[in-house]
């Protein structure tokens, strides 16, 4: 048992169960993947729920044995005075203590009696163990915003079979996605697009509009470790252009497939959609030399147009994908750890001329092509007191469509290229990071067919080509002051510098600034912790839209008086964790002042029918709550969304307000689980938003003279029903069999999130979000040797 001298260390392990129950001291540490747990330890005992928050280790270890009811013994030297990152979802006990375990240098082995007991890894297994969660384990601790943070996991990933960007963020707070074209889905945090967001993929920001009818981020589920979603600005970490946020997606690797005594593997999996298609995907790992690792995986998805809740075909919704991805990596020398990855996704078929609005019978459609491809370089080194990261990254994406009706092919890029290189340094009680990044972008839009077609079109014919090139630098520094056991005090300072050229029309702006923030999380008992939090950030003209870079002659499409946009981000909050049940409520106030947007129509030349200006403030607040329970098997968590989105006092909306934001109805979630045993887990799921009606739109076509008064549209409430299993029929996980049931009641909605439905005002006809899919049945079979 933990020795009384503990306390005296500052990680009292508090509330040690009664008779008949059980508790633990456990190393919480950041990450996943990494802890050798002896196969016997697989069958202890089935799914159950855990949440336990960050903070201090010492409180996280008291909640871990009444969470887990289990016994396990360790040295206090081996985990004083360290933090935890928390856990939360649904695990056997052995995945618990994968996860809370990786790189941490310890291991756990069964003992007697469903005990376990704590130790140091093998030195050759603790230098790969560190390392490669290092860029994890960096970000691990968070203050600013921490109560309205979420994350999903693997498990959740593949539990619910998620194909696009909906399935993933479906059940999470403050997160919508709209559009059922998987290229053109967009997603919206707190109402700002994600365009206002930091999304990156392994560290590779995917950044850039390639067509504001088309989304910006795409991704594919069945590669994904992890997705970590911070809503509203936060620390100095956060990356360029977090004004709304970050969403970091983390993709898998070897060691997290690899059997702890196995060198080689692989999984086959074939997946059917009723509606309406099919996923095929095959993927090989294993060791190379040592623990160098090697992962290899295809994936390919075949969809025919889909069906709304009514039955009627949504013609545009067809697609062929096709993606393949590579990573090696592992220890090249003690303590220093390096991973090389590279993606490439493919996405053809015939959409509307804008993917995000629904196609008519008998309108046209237009062969596309998107293409993301991504290269991602990590290096992390342990050096004692202080944890060094490197990345750098290369990403180029391209959206391609023919409108042989008009101009032809025409198409969009965007390149960019950066690193970040930051390190952690322990200092007893602050745990300091610093880093500097830096990233070019450049975008281009062009003419690809025939100049006797779209010579016709062009505003600049004899140019057929047009190319943007932005530049940034960011320096940063984040402090996490441990003031007492249980007062944690967060500080930090970011400087940005902006500079945009407009390559082909010699123009362009700068700007620079420094944002900062402040937060403190208390922990006012063992079960109750308050947070409160401010943050500031900054954000200059970025690059703008591959397809509408070109300008008439002698207009421009960049205000001579351009300001960059500063946000100010204001939380605070209280969660409750004890004996199984949790819960959190948390406030936000969210402004940004001199929001740059190009608004529908052009004002008086110079102006160009693209033109970027300071259009007034943004404002966003709002509400969360959230609560759950699990006990044995079963686990039911909720969560309560509220808040509104406002440019200058009017709520925004997804056509008016492309590249801004978009306004969502009061939202609920109720996810309730059961896990009878290890190898077989239920989950169901209802989702509700209530109506939000008469929105008043059109105000700056009143303005510009194209209506005469505004006008009204609402966004009709819905509920959706999802129900998912997962069962292993085997003794092992070599065959694992996944069903699901997607709109249950194959309810006819249009997501929230989408453009609202304007086909009752006058001139506006067409103007409308597509409908999500119907009922959807889904069936997977992976088989992994």
Do not use: C
Request: aromatic fraction near 10%; glycine fraction near 12%; avoid cysteine.
């Amino acid at each position: 048992m933990v020795e009384d001298n503990f306390a005296k260390d500052r990680m009292m392990v508090r509330d040690w169960m009664k008779m008949g129950q059980m508790a633990a001291t456990v190393a919480l540490l950041a990450g996943t993947g990494f802890v050798q747990v002896p196969r016997v330890m697989a069958q202890a005992a089935a799914e159950q729920g855990f949440d336990i928050p960050a903070g201090p280790l010492g409180a996280a270890v008291a909640r871990l044995g009444q969470q887990a009811g289990i016994i396990i013994t360790v040295d206090p030297d081996l985990i004083r005075g360290k933090q935890t990152s928390g856990l939360s979802g649904r695990f056997t006990t052995v995945a618990a203590l994968e996860r809370l375990l990786a790189g941490s240098g310890l291991r756990a082995q069964a003992g007697p009696g469903g005990t376990y007991s704590l130790s140091p890894l093998p030195a050759s297994i603790q230098s790969a163990a560190r390392q490669q969660e290092a860029a994890a384990d960096l970000a691990a601790i968070v203050v600013v915003g921490v109560l309205t943070d979420i994350a999903i996991d693997q498990r959740e990933i593949e539990m619910r079979q998620a194909s696009d960007l909906s399935d993933l963020f479906r059940q999470v707070p403050s997160v919508s996605v709209g559009g059922s074209v998987g290229i053109a889905q967009k997603i919206y945090v707190r109402g700002l697009e994600d365009s206002l967001l930091n999304v990156t993929v392994d560290g590779a920001p995917q950044h850039g509009t390639l067509f504001h009818h088309v989304g910006r981020v795409s991704i594919e589920p069945e590669l994904l470790k992890s997705v970590e979603v911070q809503a509203g600005a936060g620390e100095a970490t956060a990356g360029f252009g977090a004004i709304g946020g970050a969403i970091r997606f983390r993709t898998k690797d070897a060691e997290d497939l690899l059997a702890p005594d196995r060198n080689m593997g692989g999984i086959a999996k074939a997946g059917w959609f009723s509606n309406d298609g099919h996923k095929l995907s095959g993927t090989l790992y294993g060791r190379i030399a040592g623990d160098i690792g090697f992962l290899g995986s295809y994936v390919r998805v075949d969809r025919d147009d889909m069906k709304d809740g009514a039955g009627n075909r949504l013609r545009g919704t067809s697609a062929e994908q096709e993606l393949g991805f590579v990573k090696l990596g592992g220890p090249v020398a003690e303590d220093h750890h390096l991973s090389v990855s590279f993606e490439q996704r493919d996405e053809k078929a015939s959409f509307g001329q804008r993917p995000n609005w629904p196609v008519l019978e008998g309108a046209r459609l237009f062969p596309a092509e998107g293409k993301r491809q991504t290269g991602v370089v990590n290096y992390q080194a342990d050096l004692g007191r202080a944890e060094l990261e490197a990345t750098g990254y290369w990403t180029r994406s391209r959206f391609v469509q023919d409108r042989y009706d008009r101009w032809g092919l025409y198409g969009g890029s965007i390149r960019t290229r950066g690193a970040d290189l930051r390190a952690r340094v322990d200092l007893d009680t602050h745990d300091l990071t610093v880093g500097g990044e830096y990233r070019d972008d450049q975008v281009v839009g062009e003419y690809l067919g025939d100049p006797a077609v779209w010579g016709r079109w062009a505003w600049s014919a004899a140019v057929g080509r047009f190319k943007e090139k932005g530049e940034l630098l960011s320096l940063y520094v984040q402090d996490h002051w441990q003031v007492a056991e249980p007062l944690l005090v967060s500080l930090g300072a970011r400087y940005d510098a902006y500079d945009l050229e407009q390559v082909t029309y010699a123009n362009g702006t700068d700007s620079d600034g420094i944002s900062l923030n402040a937060g403190l999380n208390y922990q006012i008992t063992d079960a109750v912790s308050a947070n409160i939090g401010y943050a500031q950030a900054f954000r200059g003209k970025e690059i703008g839209d591959a397809f509408t870079l070109e300008k008439r002659p002698g207009r421009i499409s960049l205000s001579p008086t351009l300001k960059p946009e500063k946000v100010g981000n204001f939380e605070t909050g209280l969660a409750y964790d004890q004996d199984g049940f949790r819960a959190s409520v948390a406030y936000y106030n969210m402004r940004i002042k001199d929001v740059i947007l190009d608004q529908i129509g052009n004002g008086a030349p110079p102006q160009d029918a693209v033109y970027y200006e300071n259009v007034g403030r943004f404002r966003a607040k709002g509400v969360e709550l959230r609560a759950g329970y699990s006990h044995g098997p079963f686990a039911i968590d909720a969560y309560y969304n509220h808040y509104r989105s406002r440019l200058n006092g009017d709520l925004i909306e997804g056509y008016e307000h492309i590249g801004l934001g978009n306004s969502v109805g009061d939202n609920w979630s109720i996810t309730a689980g059961y896990a009878p045993t290890q190898d077989l887990s239920f989950e169901v799921a209802v989702t509700r938003f209530d109506a939000l009606n008469d929105i008043e739109v059109l105000q700056r076509g009143v303005a510009i003279g194209w209506i005469g008064e505004t006008q009204y549209v609402s966004k009709p409430g819905y509920t959706v029903v999802d129900l998912f299993a997962r069962w292993q029929p085997l003794d092992d996980d070599s065959l694992t069999v996944t069903a699901g049931v997607y709109n249950l009641f194959d309810k006819l909605y249009r997501a929230h999130a989408s453009v609202a439905d304007y086909n009752a005002i006058p001139g506006w006809e067409g103007v409308a979000g597509v409908y999500e899919p119907g009922r959807d049945v889904r069936l997977s079979v992976a088989v992994r040797y």
